[in-house]
């Protein structure tokens, strides 16, 4: 177990679902550069912040299958240029990113909602 000074050298990956929308809509509130000034919540810059999302994805792949999976890696990656091309939120590209998220949290949602009708059928 890493000590309590080193933990912020260890990103922050979403080990399901439910902790990707979470983190889904921590990046809305803190978009487009990711950074709270509160390292104690998810991350603090963008760069781990997408890494985080993008290896959560990773880890539930199997449960959301492949096609979903394709869909929103290729998403975040395209949420992660609009962020960089609009870093202080004033052309565009950060809106066209939070549109991304909401997006992805619909997806996310719906996995969610179908994993909870198999669970209790």
Known sequence: MPK?????KLPFVPKDLD??????????L??????PG???????????????LNEG???????IGEEVYARLAAMS??????????PEDKNGGCHKGRI???QMSDIVEDCLRRRASRTAG
């Open 4 to 8: 309590i000074e080193d933990r912020k």
């Open 100 to 102: 991304l998220i909401n």
């Open 30 to 35: 803190y978009a487009p550069k990711c950074d």
């Open 57 to 63: 994805l990773k880890v539930v792949r199997r449960e």
């Open 77 to 86: 990656q395209q949420m992660r240029a609009h962020f960089d091309s609009d």
């Open 38 to 52: 509160m390292s104690w919540v998810f991350e603090d810059n963008i760069d781990l912040t997408f890494f985080g």
């Open 19 to 28: 902790t990707i929308y979470d983190l889904l809509g921590w990046m809305m």
